[in-house]
């Protein structure tokens, strides 16, 4: 092994010796957060009653037992851990609240001497007179600020009433989507998790109506796949959390032939809690695109191409999920999940063109006047399996997890293309071309992953082990044949394709909390290994692949370190990280399939890229006080073959231009980022997010060395209006600034939504939602070269207006199968509480 391989494994053995010099004691892990730090510290965890789990965002208060005033609150974290920092010592009421449980006011006295109280566990049983009426007064809040986090409610935005994933992420504060549905953050592309785990579900599969909650980081720790190059989109799924049955329905539809439908129930009884889902959308959009290409000689235009598009762009998904927790013991849970869902996208393009040659100056220039009708269906099948054991120990805040996730879909395409133009000289037509093209393609993905992680608390802080193996095998089969003047089609070898990719990763991973003085500190290492092979056998068999490491070799290429360093004074935390991780090739980007064709191009994946290798670091500040969260971040990033946009000439016929993906050499980005969530009043909140970068690209030999840099921006903000517990108003809006592309930049990309919700006999809710009012959001970019200019503007969806109503329906205080046991017994209907 090469020295920076041994020179990491010393640089985290090391840390142990640290335990010594901490001043502070017995402090017991908090998992999803770091050690806390100062003074007196009051901690402990909040439990359900009958779970081995904690509750998350269960809300905690310290208050002075002589005149009840607050000293200190805040909200229990992943495990149900809480932590008040810096209490004096004395006597205290220590209040703990949660929705739809009963409150818990525990009396304590805070020692002297600075050191630390454990309060143990405070288990919460549930009120069913809090629950048996479904409305709710009190609600989370939609965006929650945390130093290395930020974590969005989906309930709490309207606008995800009806919508996929993909539409949520337009919302969240510093994250970005284009016309292709590629989601970005700081510039970045992250990476998807479901549940915490990978998924070969896409962002539009997923009905935003089944999920939970969804976590932004930004520099995830080694805990977290070394492929989190631009972070994390964690989306949390929605589960059972309280005693008895909860449940919902849901129906909308809007302009653009929207509509949607779907259900969600929610049962605990026992030692076993039920979760079940089933979603079904289905839209058209009718979409403008357009296209200027030219062909340049000394920078005059020599050849121009010119194209608009009607289009009509469908998309039908469904997907249901049902989820089952079994408490084994009070120390050991069992977790299964099963999801299947099927999708189908529809596309039909007309699209009028011109194509202009110039001749020389005594004979008229020559048109090619034309039409291309394109027909496309493209469909998926999904299925996935999850299944966890989390086991605790009798040792306070140890546990252990192990998981394995199977993930499978299908993919199939089946498109037409029919090209017919004039060409004319003169206003004389003197030739005709007709050209059809079929294109018929299937695939498979399959993803395996199986997961195990320890933590294993100190005196000072906890250790975090675990190991990760992940399997992805694509395979794909796309056929294209073309034919000419309506003769007989012919396949065509430079169109068609066939591929098989197998990608393994296997992990381990070693992290340490501890407490350095005032200093929180949180270090790792991550070591993974990687496989990647691409067999193209109609290429002749040709196949390409890499290892990291490759024996003695790319060990550099395998190893991820981490390093967090956080401390608090006051209302205000200082964060300072630093990491190096993978950046893997996306699904689309390695795809053979054509995505987009017009006359004289197409869009298309490139199986042979290579990842790419990132160098993070961020300094991160918070200031938290009453009514207002504001977090400030300056970030840099370096990566090096790094994977840019592409475009090329087919080499059989120089009038097709190819976009695609290539490996460039480097690239370099710096920025700021300020987010802030405000409460004026009870009645309003306002979130914001303005991300500022600098963005350097060397585009390498294949590129012609081309370098380019410049600065973009992107804004986001929600307002939201409550006048009272019926009515709802919200407004988001959103603006991204031109980017620069290795060989263009982009156009800028506006736009924002109204929406407002009215609940009525408690369980009824109505949100009416008009997407894009002012029709703005379009995606486009320019191509210059010395012999190419090229303008390219395309829409995802146009404006639109949706209604949509839920009815919510519950008792915690009943048993689901009580009820329908007595109501069947006794010949009368089961009353759901319709």
Known sequence: MSSPFFRCLVFIALLGSFDSMAQSQGTPPWPGGRPQIGGTVVQGRVMAKGQSKGLDFASVALLKTTDSSVVSGSLSNGGGYFSLEKVNPGNYLLQVRFLGCRPVDLPIKVPGGGTNLEVGNLTLEEDATQLQAVEVTETRQSTVLAIDRKIYTVDKDLTAKGASALEVMRNLPGVTADADGTVRLRNAVPQIFVDGRPSVLTLEQIPAEQIDRI???????????????????????????????????????????????????????????????????????????????????????????????????????????????????????????????????????????????????????????????????????????????????P????????????????????????????????????????????????????????????????????????????????????????????????????????????????????NRQFMLGPWGIQAGLRLEQTQFDVRLPALGDSSFSYRYPNGQANWGKAIFPGVYLSRKFGPHELQINASRKIGRPGFFQVLPFILFADAQGFRIGNPALAPEFYHLAELNHQFSKGKLSVTNSLFGRYTTQVITEYVYRLPKDSNILVNSYINGQDQSAAGLEHSLRWNPSKQWTITGNLNAFYTQVNAGPALNNVSRDGWSWTAKSQITFRPDNRWSLQWNGEYEAPRILPQGITYPAYGMDLSSSLTWNKSWTAVLLLSDVFNTRRFGNTIQSETLFQEFIRRREVRFLRLTVSYRFGNAEASLFQRIRRSGGGGGGMDMGF
């Open 395 to 510: 040792r306070a805040g140890e546990e252990w997890t192990v998981d394995l996730n199977l993930n499978a879909s299908r993919n199939g395409t089946d498109a037409q293309f029919l090209n017919m133009a004039d060409s004319i000289r003169a206003g004389i037509v003197f030739d005709s071309l007709q050209r059809q093209q079929n294109n018929n393609g299937s695939g498979q993905n399959r993803v395996i992953t199986a997961q195990y992680d320890h933590i294993y608390p100190l005196a000072n802080g906890k250790w975090e082990w675990g190991l990760r193996s992940n399997l992805r095998i694509n395979s794909s089969d796309l056929t294209v044949k073309v034919g000419l003047d309506g003769g007989n089609q012919e396949i065509n070898p430079q169109l068609s394709n066939q591929f098989e990719i197998h990608d393994l990763v296997n992990a381990a991973y070693l």
């Open 215 to 393: 976590e932004v980081i930004t520099n995830p720790s080694v805990k977290f796949d070394a492929g989190t190059t631009g972070g994390l989109l964690n989306v949390i799924m929605k589960k059972s959390t309280t005693p008895g049955y909860l449940g919902s329905l849901n129906a909308g539809a809007g302009t653009g032939r929207r509509y949607n439908t779907g259900m969600n129930l929610n049962l605990k009884e026992g030692a076993s809690a039920w979760s079940a889902s089933y979603n079904w959308s289905d839209f058209y959009n009718p979409l403008q695109n357009k296209t200027l290409r030219q062909n340049l000689s000394n920078g005059t235009p020599v050849q121009t191409f010119a194209q608009t598009s009607e289009s009509q762009l469908g998309r039908r998904f469904q997907m249901g999920r049902i989820g089952w927790d079994y408490t084994l013991n009070q120390r050991t849970t069992l977790t299964t999940a099963i999801s299947i869902g099927d999708g189908r996208f529809r596309n039909n393009d007309v699209q009028p063109y011109t194509w202009t040659q110039k001749t020389p100056s005594l004979i008229s220039d020559t048109f090619l006047v034309g039409q291309q009708v394109n027909g496309q269906t493209n469909f998926w099948k999904y299925g996935s399996l999850q299944w966890m054991l989390r086991k605790t120990t």
